[in-house]
T-cell receptor, first 117, second 113 residues
Framework: DTEVTQTPKHLVMGMTNKKSLKCEQH?????MYWYKQKAKKPPELMFV???????INESVPSRFSPECPNSSLLNLHLHALQPEDSALYLC????????????????FGPGTRLLVL | GNSVTQMEGPVTLSEEAFLTINCTYT??????LFWYVQYPGEGLQLLLK?????DKGSNKGFEATYRKETTSFHLEKGSVQVSDSAVYFC????????????FGSGTKLNVKP
């Protein structure tokens, strides 16, 4: 099974709200990724967690705050977002962040479609 | 540095036509290469991959060969179906940097009955 789940599927929030996106995988993967995807564009990497430690932050504004409470779960906390943050947020996982071959394949969740009003 | 270049879309084909979507890359090492497909409103699904030069990835009638000499990984299918209509992304993995992916811009495929 190569399933990554994400909740909620859709989210509408105001610019003063605080909300969280959740991502879960039970494949024993030790790398997890957050991406932002705007319409008709490829996914843009935001964060990488390797063995539950934040390893890459692609200069993401502080209004996005990632958290990895355990090896199966990844959260993205949202606060004071702007309308331009409206996008599809994708989570992915891979088996091992330091190995090649099958272990580097990323498996994506279905995404959370976020609308900021 | 690492980058991926895909042919511009959209690509419009009739059912049963032959498909080629070009993908070329630049990389500092020897990356793995991937094709992902995204249907409307969904996440990315792995279509196929190749981890070293001359490897051929294949799945659901799609094929791509890792060509080191031309730094290419072109996606092909002999006979497309309406259900293949989607956006296709070529990507490479940077093994030295937590397997960070570099994506091409994506190519939208429309298949007409």
């Amino acid at each position: 099974d190569t399933e990554v789940t994400q909740t909620p599927k859709h989210l509408v929030m105001g610019m003063t709200n605080k909300k969280s996106l959740k991502c879960e995988q039970h494949m024993g993967h030790r790398a997890m990724y957050w991406y932002k995807q705007k319409a008709k564009k490829p996914p843009e990497l935001m964060f990488v967690y390797s063995y539950e430690k934040l390893s890459i932050n692609e200069s993401v504004p502080s209004r996005f705050s990632p958290e990895c409470p355990n090896s199966s779960l990844l959260n993205l906390h949202l606060h004071a977002l702007q309308p331009e943050d409206s996008a599809l947020y994708l989570c992915a996982s891979s088996q091992d962040p330091f190995s090649g071959g099958e272990r580097e394949t990323q498996y994506f969740g279905p995404g959370t479609r976020l609308l900021v009003l | 540095g690492n980058s991926v270049t895909q042919m511009e879309g959209p690509v419009t084909l009739s059912e049963e036509a032959f498909l080629t979507i070009n993908c070329t890359y630049t990389a500092t090492g020897y990356p793995s290469l991937f094709w992902y497909v995204q249907y409307p409103g969904e996440g990315l699904q792995l279509l196929l991959k190749a981890t070293k030069a001359d490897d051929k990835g294949s799945n659901k009638g799609f094929e791509a060969t890792y060509r080191k000499e031309t730094t290419s990984f072109h996606l092909e299918k002999g006979s497309v179906q309406v259900s293949d209509s989607a956006v296709y992304f070529c990507a490479l993995s940077d093994r030295g940097n937590f397997n960070k992916f570099y994506f091409g811009s994506g190519t939208k495929l429309n298949v007409k009955p």
